[in-house]
């Protein structure tokens, strides 16, 4: 705690609390009263006084609990409140303020049971006090700052020349109350505006830089989720500063870190810093946990460069030959660091991936030739594929279908599927599906349906979310005869998105009455 900050405090307050101690409670359980160095500086908020605002209003507080039996971690359970020189508690699921006029540390430090009691109203024993439940801002003019809900939307597409006016309109009040989770969309629009001020202001660039750092540390520690909307901020104050959001964006543990803003932040940065590469190969070189985030971030960020519209990031990236060559030999380097670590650095389904991506270029340029019918090009790049990686499912697959087509035969390509699927990786789930699916089909195409039936269904069982697999299995039921199923898994197909004819005629038949059938 800032030394300055102890000297506004209570002089009682501060002499009394050179050590904390628990206060126990008869209906809420014990309170830990927090040392005077442990206080925690914080601010709380009450509803809107009127219908007619729209936002609501804000004031400083020092809180005095740390852990609760009941509540976790409860600082606000019992504050002082500087701006209105009185005691208070504040409570967290009704924004309710309560404050304790005329009371001083020194006539409360006796029983401060039924002061922390007061929010439950469940104290019940002889010592009563009087609180109040603030409602009004007007009895303590100036203590409280009006934020408004709307600053998040009106910094959204703010231009240039609207910048001041809204630091004008919002900044002081905002400032004043750093580290509150219920701000952190205001301290992020922030961070937008000064970005716009600094990109279109040279002269002040460094100004509005020291800024956005500033208002970035307003977040509360480890309540950052704001890398996807700010990755070009982050990128433009500095690489080392793009690299201390990524590196601590990593530490959270995303379960899928790419979608949730570290290929926005790797873009960005690769956009603006062109030897940035030395610096992510450094870090994942340091921290191998961090090493195959890292290539899957680089993935997406190089997919959506290539394949994503109407996204700036992307965009800006795909006119960048030169970052974008950088990103695919950085992806390179990685995938060899990963491949070439000693056992157990990775999983097993982590260096699938790894092995699996690497053949995936020759495995869609293989399906292109077969598109094209140009069997022979097709197959030289699936034996490269499978020279690479032999139990890649996908590669497998592809494999197993130009034995079909080439041959001419659905026997051949139903023995070859199921050579295939003995060696097909496990953790491939798209790949072994696939050939389930293939399987059925032949099998279908000879009318065998029963086995056809079998083998959709280990499609579905294996890819559940894909709706051509349910439609076929519907599809195969129906030969068969058996409509209440084939009726369910149309449905089902349907509701995931299929629009396959069959799977309508069946539901179109469904709906006959049983005359019409």
């Known amino acids: 705690m800032n030394q300055t900050k102890i000297i506004d405090l209570p002089a009682d307050l501060v002499a009394d609390l050179s ?174 505006v000064y970005y716009v001020l600094g990109i279109n202001d040279s002269n002040k660039e460094n100004e509005w830089k020291e800024k956005c750092k500033t208002i970035f540390d307003y977040h509360p520690e480890n309540r ?56 992510i190969e450094k870090l994942a070189v340091e921290n191998p946990k961090y090493t195959y985030v890292i290539v899957r971030c680089l993935e997406t960020a190089k997919k959506w460069a290539l394949t994503v519209i109407n996204d700036k990031l992307a965009a800006k990236l795909k006119e960048n030959s030169s970052a974008l060559n950088s990103i695919s030999e950085l992806i390179l380097r990685l995938r060899k660091a990963i491949l070439s670590a000693p056992d157990g650095t990775y999983s097993e389904n982590e260096i699938h991936q790894v092995r699996s991506q690497n053949v995936m270029d020759r495995v869609v340029k293989g399906w292109e030739h077969i598109k094209k019918k140009e069997y022979s090009q097709a197959e030289e790049l699936v034996r490269s594929a499978l020279a690479d990686y032999p139990e890649d499912a996908q590669a497998l697959f592809l494999d197993a279908r130009l034995y079909w087509l080439s041959s001419n035969s659905p026997e051949a390509g139903i023995e070859r599927a199921r050579e295939n699927l003995k060696i097909a990786s496990r953790f491939d789930h798209y790949g072994v599906a696939s050939l389930y699916n293939l399987l059925g089909c032949g099998l279908g195409e000879l009318s065998r349906y029963d086995e056809s039936r079998i083998a959709f269904e280990q499609a579905v069982e294996t890819n559940p979310q894909d709706p051509m697999y349910v439609a076929n299995l519907a599809e195969i039921w129906w030969k068969l005869e058996r409509k209440d199923n084939a009726a369910k898994y149309a449905h089902k197909a349907k509701s995931l998105g299929s629009k396959a004819e069959f799977v309508e005629m069946i539901l179109k038949e469904m709906k006959k009455p049983d005359e019409a059938r």
């Open 19 to 192: 050590t904390g101690r628990r206060i126990t409670t008869t209906q809420e359980g014990w309170f830990n009263l927090v040392p005077i160095n442990e206080v925690i500086f914080t601010s709380v908020q009450i509803d809107p006084f009127s219908s007619e605002e729209n936002g609501q209003y804000y004031t400083n507080a020092v809180g005095l609990i740390g852990n609760t039996e009941a509540y976790g971690f409860y600082p606000e359970a019992l504050l002082w409140l500087p701006r209105l020189q009185v005691y208070g508690a504040w409570d967290s699921s009704h924004e309710e303020l309560y404050v304790f006029p005329d009371q001083t540390w020194t006539s409360m430090k006796a029983n401060l049971v039924p002061f922390i009691e007061a929010q439950w109203e469940s104290y019940e024993g002889k010592e009563k006090i009087k609180y109040s439940t603030l409602k009004r801002p007007g009895k303590y003019p100036g203590a409280f700052d009006f934020i408004s809900y709307g600053i998040s939307n009106e910094a959204k597409e703010i231009r240039y020349n609207q910048c001041l006016a809204f630091l004008k309109k919002h900044e002081e009040a905002v400032l004043r109350h750093p580290k509150c989770i219920s701000l952190e969309d205001a301290y992020t629009a922030f961070a937008k």
């Open 224 to 279: 950052f989720h704001h890398e996807k909307e700010t990755a070009a901020v982050c990128s433009w104050i500095s690489a080392d500063f793009g690299i201390q959001i990524f590196q601590k964006f990593l530490d959270k543990g995303e379960k899928k870190p790419e979608y949730a803003g570290g290929a926005d932040l790797l873009s960005a940065l690769f956009n603006d810093h062109p030897t940035i590469d030395l610096q």
